[in-house]
Structure formats: structure tokens, C-alpha cells
């Protein structure tokens, strides 16, 4: 429901009309009918500015660009990042093909190993590079915790403290505004 919401032009102001289309085959000498999307701009009527949206046009199309990124199904895309308790999963990129690094666990305990398949997948040619993920995880963590200081967490602290001062702030305006409306 959200992708739908996210995917959808009146989101940034436009009207549109027309964004998909039904197609009808015959298969197996049954009539098979499907709704299949229009390619984005190909609408039967689209009308920017139509009305204020939630975003600009400017975030619509960067988010639709995050989401076009994201397909892992689409030709030639990044493909989404993946959980998993590889410390940089999903933010690794291969150096010679540009595509995320696809994250191995291996043995017992699990062990986190790094790698980039798209060429062996493509085109049997082997791997782009592959490498143990242990050594560089516990590199990033030294370096996350010497640079997240007790300073720099107290202060993240106290603005998520007046971020929360202020959301009850103009919660309870919002209730004496409804308050006095009755």
C-alpha cells in the first residue's frame, strides 16, 4: 500500500489518469486478463501542478529514482540492501562493477564474507572481489565508538529530549485548539 502511494504522481500535486492497462491473451485456450503498468510519463492524461502535493516534484522524482534502484527484479538494478548481521550490509559497493556487495555467512560461528557475484552471474567470467568481513566490521566499530564520543551521544540525547519536548508542546495545543472549537 505504501510502494503504491509512494509510486503514485498526485503524491507531488499531478492528476493522473490512464496509469495502467489491461492485457488480454489466451493461454491454453482460456482468456487470461492482467493489469500491467504504463512506463512512468506514458499515462493517458497527466497534469502536473494540478494541486499541492505532499512533496515537490523534485523529491517525487529523486524517491522514484530510490525506488527504481531498489527493484531487485528490474534488469541492471542495485537491488535493495539486506539485513543480516554483516555490519556494512547493503552499503558496500563493487569498485569494478558499481553493483552491491552481496554478503556471505560462512562457517561456525557465522562469519561474515563479502562479495561480488554480478560477473559470475552475467557472464561466467568469476567474481568481481570477494573478502572476509570480520577484520573490516570490527574496524568500522572501533572507528564508529572513538568517534561517537560520550559528548556527541549526550548531545544526540538532548535533541531527541527538545524533539520530544516539542511534539508534546504542539500535541497539547492541538488538543486546547480542539478543545476551544467545541
Keep these: 500500500m505504501i510502494l503504491r502511494i509512494l509510486r503514485n504522481p498526485?503524491?507531488?500535486?499531478?492528476?493522473?489518469?490512464?496509469?495502467?492497462?489491461v492485457v488480454v491473451q489466451i493461454e491454453n485456450g482460456m482468456l487470461?486478463?492482467?493489469?500491467?503498468?504504463?512506463?512512468?510519463?506514458?499515462?493517458?492524461v497527466l497534469i502536473p501542478g494540478h494541486h499541492e502535493g505532499y512533496v515537490s516534484q523534485e523529491i517525487f522524482e529523486c524517491v522514484q529514482h530510490m525506488l527504481s534502484n531498489n527493484a531487485?527484479?528490474?534488469?541492471?538494478?542495485?537491488?535493495?540492501?539486506?539485513?543480516?548481521?554483516g555490519l556494512l550490509t547493503g552499503l558496500?559497493?563493487?569498485?569494478?562493477?558499481?553493483?552491491?556487495l552481496r554478503v556471505n555467512y560462512t562457517g561456525t560461528p557465522r562469519l561474515v564474507r563479502y562479495t561480488c557475484d554480478q560477473a559470475q552471474m552475467n557472464s561466467g567470467t568469476g567474481t568481481c572481489i570477494q573478502?572476509?568481513?570480520?577484520?573490516?566490521?570490527?574496524?568500522?566499530?572501533r572507528e564508529l565508538v572513538r568517534v561517537l564520543t560520550p559528548a556527541a551521544i549526550e548531545a544526540a540525547a538532548e535533541v531527541a529530549q527538545q524533539q520530544s519536548?516539542?511534539?508534546?508542546?504542539e500535541l497539547e495545543s492541538s488538543r486546547l485548539e480542539v478543545e476551544a472549537a467545541r
Excluded at 131 to 141: C, L, M, P, R, Y
Aim: with cysteine; glycine share 14%; net charge positive.
Design 10 to 21: 498526485i503524491y507531488a500535486g499531478s492528476y493522473v489518469y490512464g496509469r495502467r492497462h
Design 72 to 85: 531487485s527484479r528490474m534488469e541492471g538494478s542495485q537491488g535493495p540492501s539486506k539485513l543480516g548481521i
Design 165 to 169: 519536548r516539542r511534539e508534546k508542546t
Design 32 to 44: 487470461k486478463k492482467s493489469t500491467r503498468r504504463w512506463p512512468e510519463g506514458a499515462y493517458e
Design 92 to 100: 558496500l559497493r563493487c569498485a569494478r562493477c558499481g553493483r552491491k
Design 131 to 141: 573478502f572476509g568481513g570480520t577484520a573490516i566490521d570490527a574496524s568500522v566499530s
